[in-house]
């Protein structure tokens, strides 16, 4: 990942977390605000609510004790008295005395319990009202919620109780008000508020939305337990009170809704500024890493690019110094580290030409002190023969002249290899199959390997069919595989095997081809493996160490690579990989 | 001492004189009368109520007997297949315009209301005789006859209604008021009141005859009123689409009448347990059955009973009453019945006033409007064992449910005379033609 991807992402991720961090924290607090005020209305209206209550039992309670002190209830208690009075006359009473008093329940009940006139429904009339029989002091008892059955089904009606003694017994004045829709829509409206009386618990919710879920377990909780509660959803707040009647039981709940839809507007609106808030942040974000890569990047992408130059081999790269911060540090530590490079490498050069120098001084006195002892004595011989034995110095001068010959052709022998080495052409490469190559130069040495007075080495030839042709120069490469096999023969004096092996190679990226002269000859310590490769190092007895130096020489000419691995006693595997 | 008995038998004299005077009837006079009903109409074809009693006559009636009696006709005779009737027309009676009856006048409006029932009716008029003849047996023709829809009368542009009743009409404002005057040329003799006004869809009491509709709200009856009770002329009955039903059983097991009867027609109306009222066929006791609210509930206790609609008609608020005490007695029982003024409810409350103090075409009508007028076949007229058991099929399938009969009921102001020998005719018609009036 870029430096300036970096710098873009902690920007962005930076403004973007800040973003949502104020969000949160506004849209906490605004929730929390909305909820205090929710719940504040909430009281207020269940406040309302009760003073409503209260203010419509008193009203109740009043209207009740007029029918009840009216003159038509007085006669029909007068009348009670009578023996054999016919109570059907009065069977639409109640209806009268209940629209004259604004009362949606009235019920006139006899002594004995029966329903004389209802002006909720008139058809009851004659029917037991069994708890108006309890043993209640109705008057105390006040004003309380009943469960009224009707034609239409169950309401709730806010009731009170009149007793008026007649001569059997007493004559119960049962009225009051329907608490129903028009008992609410009365209560002051609370915009976003909507308040209903559940009576009916078992019923289906009217929909599946999650209000109605809400609503239903909410429902269920007070059931299980008659308290106030509150249950919060996503888009309401719903409070549940529950109205109890004078045996405490549970008659209906008074639910009330508080629309969230203002509070999710808001955080709509938050979340909606924080998204384009978030957006521009990621926008400056990318604005701000493109400034910070020209001022902050800019000497470090020149300094990078310092380093490669290095890397390539351009000692003479210096990073521009613009500043005195730690970028210019670093470009002016650089620059030193250079200085210090380039003069440790030619130190090392100087030092490896010396060495070089000195290593082909030792190679050249000890390979041209072998030929000029022999000459020097053969020499000495033809003098010590000139003056001691005369008769004997032709035959003493014909020996000599051929041994001077001889070493002379010796001399010669090195002088050529050494010149040879100093004379490598540059390559010419054209496609070369290199399995035939390894054929080839196999079958040079075949006679050597083959010849009867020297112990046997078997040859092997693991040529892989599906080798690529090699761009190369033919000749140079079997030159260096002459040289491999040479190595590899000189290697096991006491016979052995050697391995010629091909391999096709495919990268990734390129393909290759690979080449394996194996032998099993004596091996190599690590040390010997490491100085292998140097020019004029051999571990033969009578080897110039030019041979290893020349097929690296040609590997690296065809921008190959040359390994070696070995061990001792386990013999030896040189592998060169080229480009196919 | 003589002074003193000639002072006695004088004063004596005197007050049987005044008592005599007080029940002995007059002429002169009118009366309002007031009737709740304003869509009642003067034709006797209106399906709510008509008002040609007092005006139009028929050629027979019924007696208060049951029994047919000669009114505009004389005599009758018919064939022995009943097919076709011979009338001879009384003599001398003339229409409230001055023109005789006889048959070429009679025969416009008999041929049209006979012809309105039955097609195949021809009638065919000769002086004071009139033929009817029928290509079928038609043995109940007098009854029909009998019947208002078959009166006698024409119209002009300035008259709606020219009879031969006793009295004639001085003006018509539909749904607001009748005018009547005695008809001084009436065959049966001038009546005794000069003169009637009926105000329609009024309900002062302040009248001197008046309606008493049943309903929750109650007419207010002033101080001294004499309130009159008809005979059962009215049924109101449960009819169901679906008869035969174990339901329905469960249902007629499940009402209590007497309630109904006692309460919401404070004791006038009579419970029904049959078609006919007691009065009218005799054998309705033997249709009285108390309610089994126990064996209701066995009867419905492995059914899936709908909720059911019953319909009761539009602005009745006594059938209304009526209806929503049959949906409590069916709650008792655990059947769910909700009252309803929207038609097309499984059960309906019907009322239906009787009309024919003839049992047999009274019974056949009834079949009619049940819609089982195939068993008006088996009725015969001579044997009232035939009815029974026709009646009693009709209400072993509860197909019908009679619920109360009502009766009619009228308030009578202390000055009107005569009132009940003047109904004591047909028991379906408001017979004022005999009242008189203290003036």
Redesign the interface.
């Known amino acids: 990942m870029s430096f300036r991807t970096k710098v873009f992402l902690s920007i962005t991720t930076t403004v973007v977390v800040s973003v949502w961090i104020v969000a949160s924290v506004v849209s906490t607090l605004v929730t929390n605000s909305f909820e205090r005020q929710d719940t504040q209305r909430t009281a207020a209206l269940v406040s309302q609510f009760r003073s409503e209550f209260d203010r419509r039992s008193a009203e109740v309670a009043r209207r009740v004790d007029a029918i009840a002190n009216s003159e038509s209830v007085q006669r029909l208690t007068v009348n009670l008295g009578a023996s054999k009075i016919?109570t059907?006359?009065y069977?639409?009473a109640a209806?009268a005395l209940a629209k004259e008093q604004s009362l949606s329940f009235l019920e006139l009940v006899g002594p004995e319990g029966s329903i004389i006139s209802s002006a909720e429904?008139?058809?009851?009339?004659?029917?037991k009202e069994s708890w108006l029989e309890q043993p209640v002091d109705w008057k105390a008892q006040g004003v309380f919620l009943q469960r009224e059955e009707l034609?239409d089904g169950p309401a709730l009606g806010l009731m009170t109780v009149r007793t008026l003694n007649a001569a059997d017994g007493q004559l119960y004045v049962a009225g009051g008000q329907r608490l129903d829709k028009a008992f609410l829509d009365s209560l002051p409206p609370a915009p976003g508020m909507n308040i209903r009386l559940v009576r009916d618990f078992d019923a289906p919710p009217p929909s599946d939305t999650p209000a109605s879920k809400l609503a239903a377990d909410l429902i269920r909780d007070v059931r299980q337990r008659p308290r106030e509660l509150s249950l919060t959803g996503s888009d309401v707040t719903l409070t549940a009170i529950p109205l109890l009647g004078r045996d405490k039981q549970l008659l209906a709940i008074l639910m009330v809704e508080n629309s969230r839809a203002e509070l999710a507007n808001l955080k709509t609106y938050i979340q909606g500024t924080a998204w384009i808030a978030g957006s521009a942040g990621v926008l400056l974000g990318l604005g701000f890493s493109f400034w910070a890569a020209s001022r902050v990047t800019q000497p470090l992408l020149a300094l990078a690019s310092n380093v490669r130059d290095v890397a390539s081999g351009n000692w003479d790269a210096r990073a521009r110094i613009d500043s005195a911060d730690e970028v210019g540090q670093l470009a002016q530590d650089f620059n030193r580290m250079t200085e210090q490079l380039v003069e440790q490498r030619d130190r090392m050069i100087q030092a490896e030409r010396v060495a070089a120098w000195r290593e082909l001084a030792r190679r050249l006195a000890h390979e041209l002190k072998n030929p000029l002892f022999p000459l020097q004595i053969t020499i000495e011989n033809l003098q010590r023969a000139r003056q001691t034995s005369p008769q004997q110095f032709d035959e003493v001068f014909r020996e000599s002249t051929t041994t001077l010959l001889a070493e002379l052709d010796n001399l010669k022998t090195i002088v050529g290899r050494f010149s040879d080495f100093a004379r490598m052409p540059a390559p010419h490469p054209e496609p070369v199959n290199l399995n035939q190559v390894v054929q080839e130069v196999a079958h040079l040495f075949d006679a050597q390997m083959q010849a009867v007075d020297r112990p046997r080495i078997v040859k092997i030839l693991q040529l892989d069919d599906n080798l690529p042709l090699v761009p190369a120069d033919p000749e140079q490469i079997r030159r260096a595989l002459r040289n491999l096999v040479l190595n590899a023969l000189d290697a096991m004096p006491n016979g052995g095997t050697l391995t010629l092996r091909t391999q096709r190679l495919d990268g990734p990226v390129d393909r290759k081809v690979a080449l394996e002269v194996s032998d099993t000859g004596a091996g190599l310590t690590p040390e010997e493996c490491a100085r292998l490769f140097t020019p004029y190092y051999t571990t033969k007895q009578h080897g110039t160490g030019l041979g290893l130096a020349i097929v690296q020489s040609v590997v690296s000419d065809h921008e190959g690579t040359i390994t070696v691995r070995s061990e001792p006693s386990k013999g030896a595997t040189f592998r060169i990989e080229l480009r196919a | 001492m003589r002074l003193r008995v000639w002072a006695w038998l004088a004063l004596s004299s005197v007050w049987l004189g005044a008592i005599t005077g007080a029940t002995r009837p007059r002429y002169g006079g009118a009366i309002t009368v007031e009737l709740s009903n304003a869509s009642i109409l003067l034709d006797p074809m209106g399906a709510r109520g008509h008002l040609s009693a007092p005006i139009t006559e028929t050629l027979v009636r019924v007696g208060a007997r049951g029994v047919i009696e000669p009114q505009l006709a004389l005599a009758w005779q018919h064939e022995p297949d009943n097919k076709r009737w011979r009338f001879s027309l009384r003599p001398k009676v003339i229409f409230h315009d001055g023109e005789p009856l006889t048959a070429s006048s009679a025969t416009p409006a008999l041929l049209t209301a006979l012809k309105r029932k039955y097609g195949d009716v021809t009638v065919t008029a000769g002086g004071q005789t009139l033929i009817v003849q029928f290509e079928h047996a038609m043995p109940n023709l007098l009854a029909e006859l009998a019947r208002p829809e078959t009166a006698i009368f024409r119209k002009s542009d300035t008259n709606p209604m020219i009879g031969t009743g006793p009295f004639r009409v001085t003006a018509w404002e539909p749904g607001r008021r009748l005018s009547l005057a005695a008809f001084e040329d009436y065959w049966g003799g001038r009546p005794f009141l000069d003169s009637i006004v009926i105000d329609l869809g009024t309900g002062s009491g302040r009248a001197d005859v008046f309606d008493i509709p049943f309903g929750p709200t109650r007419r207010v009856v002033p101080e001294g009123t004499h309130i009159w009770v008809s005979p059962a002329s009215e049924l109101i009955a449960l009819l169901s689409a679906n008869p035969q039903s174990t339901l329905l059983q469960a249902l007629s097991l499940a009402i209590d009448r007497a309630p109904i009867v006692n309460v919401l027609t404070q004791r006038r109306g009579e419970a029904a347990f049959g078609i006919l009222p007691e009065w009218l066929s005799g054998y309705a006791f033997l249709f009285q059955a108390a309610p089994d609210l126990a064996h209701a509930k066995q009867l419905i206790s492995q059914l899936r009973l709908p909720s059911i609609n019953l319909t009761y008609p539009a602005k009745d608020s006594f059938a209304r009453s009526v209806a929503d005490r049959i949906a409590l007695n069916a709650r008792d029982a655990g059947i769910t019945i909700q009252p309803t003024a929207n038609p097309g409810g499984s059960l309906t409350i019907v009322r239906w006033p009787l009309e024919s103090a003839d049992a047999a075409a009274e019974l056949s009508r009834l079949l009619g409007l049940l819609g089982a007028a195939e068993h008006a076949a088996s009725i015969d007229p001579a044997n009232p064992e035939t009815l029974f058991e026709v009646e009693r099929a009709m209400l072993e399938d509860h197909r019908i449910i009679p619920l109360v009969y009502l009766p009619e009921l009228y308030g009578l102001s202390a000055r009107v005379h005569n009132w009940e020998a003047a109904q004591k005719g047909d028991p379906f018609r408001l017979n004022l033609e005999n009242l008189w009036v203290d003036q």
């Open positions: 016919d059907a006359q069977y639409d209806q429904w008139p058809a009851r009339f004659g029917y034609a």
